[in-house]
T-cell receptor, first 114, second 115 residues
Framework: DAGITQSPRHKVTETGTPVTLRCHQTENHRYMYWYRQDPGHGLRLIHYSYGVKDTDKGEVSDGYSVSRSKTEDFLLTLESATSSQTSVYFC?????????????FGPGTRLLVL | GENVEQHPSTLSVQEGDSAVIKCTYSDSASNYFPWYKQELGKGPQLIIDIRSNVGEKKDQRIAVTLNKTAKHFSLHITETQPEDSAVYFCAASPQLGGGADGLTFGKGTHLIIQP
């Protein structure tokens, strides 16, 4: 599992409330990613980070913000949750060395916005 | 940007038979193509990947082939077993390991192994 944990694993919230999801890694990887998974869409990139305080937008970044104040933690925030943000959220890291580099995924957070 | 198409969306095969899942991509700059297996309630797990300097790669019962001219790559599973039942995703990226801006995924194939 490449030392990736996500919290919470499940969350139910109401429309309009702020929500923060946490991704924690134990292996000092530089690159971290947030994806969302929805039926019929596969996984889509929300935001990514290439170092502490270095982040950028992905394909579906509207309504989301991220922060990375230390190497091991990458936070995803929904400032004002909407029903369209009901999804399963996966964090990933880029691990391995040289030609063996690839992305490893965490266990996911299932978010329901009512 | 990159677009990855994956077919079929559902594939049902008899135990012991072979399964083939196909993906096409649009960006000729892509040169890294991983395949992930996702079981219910879990995160995607890498099962095999291929780089553009290789046409085929095999790992026991799993193989991946790549045709850069046609921009398609395929996953082959032989002698399928019940534990192969899962959702499989292909992905593409112009950089090894997914690059700084992540992977572009296909929409997934639900593989069902019939006993």
């Amino acid at each position: 599992d490449a030392g990736i944990t996500q919290s919470p694993r499940h969350k139910v919230t109401e429309t309009g409330t702020p929500v923060t999801l946490r991704c924690h890694q134990t292996e000092n990887h530089r690159y971290m990613y947030w994806y969302r998974q929805d039926p019929g869409h596969g996984l889509r990139l929300i935001h990514y980070s290439y170092g502490v305080k270095d982040t950028d937008k992905g394909e579906v970044s509207d309504g989301y913000s991220v922060s990375r104040s230390k190497t091991e933690d990458f936070l995803l925030t929904l400032e004002s949750a909407t029903s369209s943000q009901t999804s399963v959220y996966f964090c990933a890291i880029r691990g391995g060395t040289g030609s063996q580099e690839t992305q490893y995924f965490g266990p996911g957070t299932r978010l329901l916005v009512l | 940007g990159e677009n990855v198409e994956q077919h079929p969306s559902t594939l049902s095969v008899q135990e012991g038979d072979s399964a083939v899942i196909k993906c096409t991509y649009s960006d000729s700059a892509s040169n890294y193509f991983p395949w992930y297996k996702q079981e219910l309630g879990k995160g995607p797990q890498l099962i095999i990947d291929i780089r553009s300097n290789v046409g085929e790669k095999k790992d026991q019962r799993i193989a991946v082939t790549l045709n850069k001219t046609a921009k398609h790559f395929s996953l082959h599973i032989t002698e399928t077993q019940p534990e192969d039942s899962a959702v499989y995703f292909c992905a593409a990226s112009p950089q090894l390991g997914g690059g700084a801006d992540g992977l572009t995924f296909g929409k997934g194939t639900h593989l069902i192994i019939q006993p």
